[in-house]
């Protein structure tokens, strides 16, 4: 016994060994690419007893496959301003795994964007795609274009440039774009024209698109009430819920509003939301329609918000909002914005879960730190997969040429979020972790893309 128990843990050491030798790999292949060494490592860590379990996986060398993307695709964005002056962007698409589907993923604008962030959003979509139980691979793309201060000439002009050179790589059955940070229904409209002046009219190559001319009912909203359909499922399991609680909600874009509307919907007060500049406090809880105005409409900052709501506080620095106390956190903005410092005041100030709707949104050491602390956490590639589950529900509309009512795709979402939560949760469990969704979602994920893989050859 005693012998067995022994092999046992030397062949577990030696599996994490082979582990460690892969991720050092891709350090020194994708050298300088924080955030993607980052999103890697917590998937590796997820897989050790997978991997233990699962010889195969090994013999096919499915990590070192897996981490590598299908294509990598960086073109030049050239537009010209309202000055005539010409300016340069650096264009990316990253096709990172049809085990299971077409290539699937939003388009990210914003200055910051780079091969590592597009590799890491890439990475997470194969995992995220799969959870949702829909034949979608993983892919992701943008642009260091900053939509901020903009004409909407400009923005047009930026986007029918960046989509002469995407249209040669996409298509409704091989990969198909949808929004992100800095692109909603405008930018998905003008992708979408020049498109269609290229190749024809084919729906199905961009999901997001206005309702109009084949977007789907819910999808804006998929995204943060599926966040706060996937939270609910893990407070209920809990003997919780959003009715009654305190909730800060970061960021104050498409997945933040949505996810403070179907929040308070369940009964929540949400006291704070933000966005790149500072953030917004209001004791009695926010006015969303007043957010809504200023961000939808009037498109300006979340400060504006006290001009007509003296009771709330405006504070800058968008990371102070994490300061507030509160019973739910959902971080909606950006990836990193809790780091351990602020997961550690979250967790004095009381709070009792977590639930991301931005992509890693927390640090490693941040999600560590809840974990330690027993905090509810709901990681990001499974609590915000209902904004790709309504674009691939907006894609099977498109090809069955109709049109299901709001209520219909709610309850579709509604329907895919619990059982993304519940096939998780059922992962952690198998694989002695129990509680651990971070472990759980990252573990379902990957075996149906790893075991595709396999059926499909070394490919
Ligand atoms: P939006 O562009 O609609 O909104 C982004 C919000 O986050 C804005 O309030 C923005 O503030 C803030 N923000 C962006 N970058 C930063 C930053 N570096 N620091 C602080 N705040 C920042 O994007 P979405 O709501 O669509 O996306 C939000 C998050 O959700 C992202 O992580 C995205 O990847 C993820 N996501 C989105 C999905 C979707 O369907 N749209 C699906 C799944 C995940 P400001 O206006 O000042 O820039
Ligand atoms: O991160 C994401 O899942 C998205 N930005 C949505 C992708 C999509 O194809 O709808």
């Known amino acids: 016994m005693i012998t067995v128990e022994k092999n046992q843990s030397m062949y577990t050491e030696s599996v994490q060994n082979y582990v460690s030798q892969v991720f050092e790999t891709v350090k020194n292949r994708n050298p300088n690419e924080s955030e993607f060494h980052q999103a890697v490592k917590e998937v590796f860590d997820s897989l050790i007893p997978v991997l233990v379990k699962n010889p195969q996986y090994i013999s096919q060398a499915i990590l070192e496959r897996i981490v590598e993307p299908e294509r990598v695709i960086s073109f030049r964005v050239p537009w010209v301003d309202n000055q005539g002056n010409v300016r340069v962007n650096r264009g990316f698409r990253v096709q990172y795994s049809s085990a ?19 590799k890491f959003l890439g990475f997470e979509q194969i995992f995220k795609n799969s959870l949702t139980g829909q034949p979608i691979g993983g892919g992701k793309g943008g642009a260091d274009f900053d939509p901020k201060g903009k004409s909407d000439g400009e923005i047009m002009r930026f986007c029918q440039s960046f989509m002469i050179e995407l249209s040669k790589y996409i298509g409704p059955d091989t990969d198909v774009p949808a929004g992100d940070i ?11 024209g020049q498109y269609k002046k290229m190749r024809g009219s084919l729906a199905g190559v961009l999901t997001g698109k206005g309702l109009g001319y ?7 909203e998929a995204t943060g009430y599926g966040t706060v359909y996937f939270v609910e499922e893990m407070l209920k399991d809990n003997n919780l819920s959003f009715e009654g609680s305190t909730v800060v909600v970061s960021g104050s874009g498409n997945v933040s509003i949505y996810a403070i509307e179907k929040a308070m919907k369940l009964g929540a007060k949400v006291v704070a939301c933000s966005d790149s500049n500072g953030y917004i406090y ?3 809880g926010l006015n969303l329609e007043a957010v809504k105005r200023i961000k939808e409409v009037e498109k300006k900052r979340i400060s504006t918000y006290v001009t007509d709501h003296p009771e709330a ?45 931005a992509n890693m949104p927390s640090t490693l050491e941040a999600v560590e730190t809840f974990l330690e602390n027993n905090i509810l956490f709901a990681p990001s590639k499974a ?10 529900l907006e894609m099977a509309q498109n090809s069955a040429r109709l049109y299901w009512t709001f209520e219909e795709v709610d309850s579709k979402l509604h329907a895919i979020m619990k059982s993304i939560y519940q096939n998780s ?4 469990q198998e694989y002695n972790a129990p509680g651990n969704l971070v472990v759980g979602a990252n573990i379902a994920g990957f075996i149906k893309v790893a075991d595709a893989m396999i059926e499909q050859g070394v490919i």
């Not at 990210?108 to 091969?115: D, G, L, T, Y």
């Not at 971080?331 to 639930?355: F, H, M, R, W």
């Not at 609590?383 to 309504?390: D, H, L, Y």
Request: aromatic share 6%; net charge positive; charged share 20%.
């Open 282 to 284: 209001d004791k009695n």
């Open 182 to 192: 800095g692109v909603g229904s405008k930018e998905i409209g003008f992708l979408f």
């Open 100 to 118: 299971i589907g077409p290539y699937k993923g939003g388009l990210r604008f914003h200055p910051s964007v780079n091969a590592s962030i597009i």
């Open 383 to 392: 609590a915000n997969a209902g904004g790709v589950s309504v674009s691939a």
């Open 214 to 220: 084949g977007g789907s009912l819910a999808r804006k």
């Open 313 to 357: 506080i405006y504070s800058e620095n968008c990371n102070g909002i994490w300061t507030v106390p509160c019973d739910i956190a959902l971080p909606c903005a950006t990836q990193n914005e809790i780091d351990q410092k602020s997961a550690e005041l979250l967790v004095s100030n009381g709070v009792k879960a977590i639930g991301e709707g």
């Open 425 to 428: 949760k059922k992962a952690a």
